[in-house]
């Protein structure tokens, strides 16, 4: 009689899984004809998040500078390196979806030891710079807010994003912080209150006057390596591969090619969309400052607080708040991509449990690698060095280092021994190696010999 009744529990079991699966399935159609929206933003993923990255501190620093030194002069930079930056970004996001693996991870496989580490090595020294001079814009930012001493703010600030790191899983913090990076639509709105004179704006975006001196091409390599960024690539490469891991019947394209036109299709839309997002505040952060700085005499830019009054004609008295906020907001946003990048670099070369979606319990040296760093670009601040000036020097640094970044990427997605099917469509080989001679170029031109 045993037998029996196991027989009708066993099928009650199933009877009970088929009306879960029904219910699940009803719930799923019924949810479909709601609004697009949510399913948009839920595209909306590392593109996004990289591109307002790419707005940090160091970013707002170096359009600032160059807005207040050349005025309309280099609007130009924003539309022209537009397609080359979403290009090899896309590139980067590809690389880690096919392979299901980071940049340096493939590095490893395709290349000699000695020059992965040279490689991880010169994206490590550009982050350090750069985090550092993030933390010290957050804390002068700060300081801008409140006074008191920037020094305890950075140690604070830094404290406050590595407990972020360790306790927060990214994707849910982030999705708080990036909110704050709207208040650079301030630069936005203030073009449509103060009086521009478009004819020279259009002419500087089209057809610009662009000079040959040392100051000039510094200040392009500056523009273009805070827009074209060795730790995005990295960044960007890896999420793709967390995000890959985190849905269980996701594989590498090159595993299961099925996947591939849904997930190229989302790749390509999120990252030029974030890509846009980033230029469009960085064109009218240049424009903004031309207007209320340059037109006005003031050339230079050497403390938060000038750059701040850049939004003072509609900000009014919120000025330094609203730039505070998007300084400290971009910071918290871009310390844990910075960061982060550098530990997935080091991690993948040498073949650890990484990701900032893992416990720390779980990832113990990706973790050490991330505090170290951004406690080692703290203490950068502790040796007298200017915020903004930091910040511009930083840029700089990141131009130099992505060339060669750039190049190896270039050969790795070329092929198909590592991309299978999905090695680079022409136009993205195109626009890759252009990218990529134009970074080139840029850091030599910069070391050239020249007059002022």
Known sequence: MSVPKDSDALAAAKQGRRRSTTAEKRSVSTSKPGSPIPKFLKILGPGLIT????????????????????????????????????AIQEISARIGRVTGRGIAANMRHCYPRWLLCTIVGLLLFANIINLGADIGAMGAAVDLLIGGPVPVYCVLLTVFSLLLQVRVPYQRYAAVLKWLSLSLFAYVATVFIVKVDWMKALQGTFA??????????????????????????????????????????????????????????????????????????????????????????????????????????????????????????????????????????IGEALRWPVGLERKASKAKAFYAVLALSTLIGLLLNFIGINPIRALVWSAIINGVTAAPVM???????????????????????????VATLIMGLSAIGMLWPSGK
């Open 51 to 86: 591109g307002a990255a790419d707005d940090d501190p160091s970013g707002i620093a170096t359009y600032s500078s160059v807005g207040a030194q050349f005025g309309y002069g280099m609007l130009w930079t924003m539309p022209f390196i537009y397609p080359f930056m979403a």
């Open 208 to 345: 610009p006057k662009i000079s040959l001196s040392s100051d000039y091409l510094q200040a392009l390599v500056a523009v273009f390596g805070t827009t074209i960024s060795p730790y995005l690539f990295f960044w960007q490469s890896s999420e793709e591969v967390e995000e890959m891991e985190s849905v269980p019947k996701d594989k590498a394209l090159k595993q299961a090619p099925s996947q591939g036109p849904k997930h190229l299709q989302r790749i390509k839309l999120d990252t030029y969309l974030g890509m846009a997002f980033s230029n469009l505040i960085a064109y009218f952060i240049i424009l903004t400052v031309a207007v209320t700085l340059n037109a006005h005499g003031q050339t230079n830019i050497a403390s938060a607080e000038q750059a701040a009054e850049a939004l003072r004609p509609i900000a009014g008295p919120f000025a330094s708040l609203l730039f505070s906020l998007g300084i400290i907001g971009t910071g918290l946003l871009a310390l844990p991509v910075l960061a982060g990048s550098s530990a997935y670099a």
């Open 407 to 433: 190049c190896f990427m270039m050969l790795m997605a070329s092929s198909r021994k590592v991309m299978g099917k999905f090695a680079l469509p022409t136009y993205l080989r195109i626009f890759g190696w």
